[in-house]
């Protein structure tokens, strides 16, 4: 060019943007925690509760990599207290006849045929609420790992 001016202009050094990279990963990784914890803490305060809130305390969330985590309970009836059931029959497992109390009396039956239970999706309603709120978790994700 003759007579000219001309500018050169260079981007970050190949070592700049590998380092933003790993701090992008990382937010992404924080984001997403923070999504899954702030559900389990909801699927806590809203899952039916007996007096001691067993099925709310129960669920754990177990991070398998940055990417992959499991959001599980332990207790066998979580299921069907978020899916519902059918209407169904109970029959002893390991006795001669199921002993429960109703009213305060006890009862004794060779089998029982149980209603169903309606699905109570509380477990859902908290990833719901989670995807709503994602932009904030990213938000919040990227200043802690950018410092903003």
């Given at each position: ?33 923070l999504s ?36 599980e309970s ?28 109703v009213a ?45």
């Open positions: 060019m003759s007579g000219g001016v001309q500018f050169e202009i260079r981007g970050p050094k190949r070592a700049e943007w590998d380092a933003v990279e790993r701090k992008g990963i990382r937010a992404m990784a924080r984001a997403l925690e899954l914890e702030a559900t389990r803490e909801q699927i806590e305060k809203t899952a039916p509760r007996g007096e001691s809130n067993k099925l709310g305390k129960s669920w754990k969330l177990v991070r398998v990599s940055d990417f992959v985590y499991r959001l332990d207790r066998e009836y979580a299921r069907f207290v978020s899916e519902g059931t059918a209407p169904h029959e109970i029959r002893p497992r390991n006795k001669k006849v199921l002993r429960f109390s305060g009396n006890t009862v004794y039956a060779r089998r029982v045929r149980h209603p169903g239970t309606r699905a109570n999706p509380y477990v859902d309603t908290a990833f719901d609420d989670a995807e709503r709120k994602r932009d904030s978790y990213i938000t919040q994700a990227m200043r802690e790992v950018f410092g903003a």
